[in-house]
């Protein structure tokens, strides 16, 4: 067997020798001191989608055990705004899978993604990472041993000075190369700090979207990550975005993964791919034909895709990126490679067939042993998501499918050929106050098993009502100015 961590780039697996699932508190400590570490960071996710930080400079041994022993406490009011300033102290504590060198610190420090615990030392009920744990542990249980296992497509727009040469054609950007792309090594060296951090990335490219405003250069890129189980999924997409942002500063550049930017040009969306995984068998696949697991799991998402916009397109501008005769979804439906489908089913390497020795004729006609990579993808979601949540959301949608006894009628029904009535089907909201209604009318699916806590959908359902959207989206819609105020507004969103 290969050894796994020999290509490694996180620096702690290269020196301890072993994954991060296997990390201890003594290997963080010997790293510590081997590597002359001078300082710590945690970071945990807050209510708006973004990490938050806390900085520990490390004066003795003692003060660094009780740092990653003890954790420290943190003002829970000013992080999420379902608690009450009467009752916020929580602790937050390292997770020492999740530790990674700051690539971007001056001085040598070790970071750490946290979970948040309440007053009585137990994990926080609502907080964004255990609602994950949660949910991901309801479907284990409930499927009998299968793995939920997810990937995201991190999209995002670059934005620089206007440059006059070797331009793009508008909207023709996807796959393009330097020099008509401007950004790619601003790109790679992204993908190569996010593997340093830990991420584990599939590939990274320019995308469709490519023009000038005011004049300024917006160039739309995405970085794929690989799958891997669900709550590292979170931490890889979470980790991306502040790498992009932290570079970007650094370069003079801006980076935002605002779902529209103008009208007639290509939004930005943080597609999700699901697989799921028992005894290291992708169960999506069944002689080598998309399987009923896979099926069951697409009948939960059809069934909560109304609401699992709540958790995954959460600003007014969301809505306006989910829009007719566009490549994003407005419909619940699904299909086969299908990229105007709600849920597409892509390509998936079945056909058995040895593309490597065809394309180089000096390689024999064995196949390699590998998992088979097929996917599921939900293309909803856009980058003002909560991270945590949406992939909680995902991994309900799923559960729920696999304790539905009509799933295969569910499934058929919603469908999509080339000839379906996409009018016919039923419509995703189109605004947060819609999407708001939705999660009210669904909120018992996510409550149960105490997944989602109700303060926590009754916080959400707020701050969605709170944009106070509804019909904005066909009140605005021929007023550009009013549409890049709203822009300007949720630019940094997630």
């Known amino acids: 067997m290969a050894d796994r961590t020999e290509l490694n780039r996180n620096p702690l697996v290269a020196y301890l020798k072993k994954m991060p699932s296997e990390f201890t508190k003594a290997d963080i400590v010997r790293y510590i001191k081997d590597n002359d570490i001078k300082m710590i960071d945690f970071h945990y996710s807050a209510g708006d989608g973004r990490l938050k930080t806390l900085n520990f400079v490390i004066t003795d041994a003692e003060y660094l055990d009780q740092i990653l022993t003890m954790g420290e ?60 744990k949660k949910a991901h542990e309801r479907f284990y249980d409930i499927s009998g041993g299968m793995e939920f296992w997810a990937m995201g497509e991190l999209e995002y727009y670059v934005v620089g000075e206007q440059q006059e040469t070797f331009q793009c054609m508008p909207q023709k950007g996807y796959q393009e190369s330097t020099p008509f792309t401007k950004y790619e090594q601003f790109r790679c060296q992204a993908m190569d700090m996010m593997a340093q951090c830990g991420c584990i990335i599939k590939y990274a490219h320019s995308e469709v979207g490519n023009f000038t405003q005011d004049g300024l250069n917006y160039e739309q890129n995405e970085i794929e990550f690989l799958p891997v189980p669900v709550e590292q999924a979170a931490d890889q997409l979470m980790i991306g975005k502040w790498v992009l942002r932290s570079l970007a500063y650094e370069y003079g550049l801006n980076v935002t993964f605002a779902p529209k930017i103008t009208v007639g040009e290509a939004g930005s969306g943080m597609h999700i791919h699901t697989r799921v995984v028992k005894d290291g068998k992708n169960m999506y696949v069944e002689d080598g034909k998309l399987s009923s697991t896979a099926k069951k799991v697409i009948a939960g998402i059809m069934t909560l895709a109304p609401s699992l ?52 004729p000096l390689e024999d006609d064995k196949l390699p042993e590998m998992m088979n990579k097929q996917t599921v993808e939900f293309r909803c979601p856009d980058g003002s998501a909560n991270v945590y949540l949406l992939m909680a959301g995902l991994v309900v949608a799923a559960t729920l499918g696999m304790q539905t006894e009509n799933w295969q009628q569910v499934a058929e029904q919603t469908y999509m050929t080339e000839t379906t009535d996409k009018d016919a089907l039923q419509q995703l909201p189109d605004s947060c106050f819609a999407s708001s209604l939705q999660l009210q009318k669904q909120r018992e699916y996510y409550q149960q098993g105490n997944v989602f806590a109700p303060a926590l959908i009754d916080g959400i359902i707020r701050d969605l009502q709170s ?20 822009v300007a507004r949720y630019f940094y969103c997630g």
């Open 467 to 486: 944009y106070d959207d509804n019909g904005l989206r066909q009140k605005i819609k021929d007023s550009p100015e009013e549409i890049k105020k709203l």
């Open 73 to 132: 406490r943190v003002d829970g009011s000013s992080i999420f705004t379902h608690m009450k300033a009467s009752s916020s102290d929580l602790y937050v504590l390292p997770r020492f899978s999740t530790a990674f060198v700051n690539p971007f610190a001056s001085i040598p420090t070790l970071s750490f993604l946290c979970y948040y615990f309440d007053k009585d030392g137990l994990l926080l009920e609502s907080s964004p990472e255990y609602v994950l």
């Open 309 to 360: 916009t709540a958790f995954g397109n959460y600003n007014p501008t969301s809505y306006f990126r989910l829009v007719p005769h566009q490549e994003a979804p407005t419909s619940v439906c699904w299909g086969d490679r299908n990229r105007s489908a709600m849920v597409r089913v892509p390509l998936g390497w079945t056909s058995k067939r040895n593309m490597c020795k065809a394309a180089n």
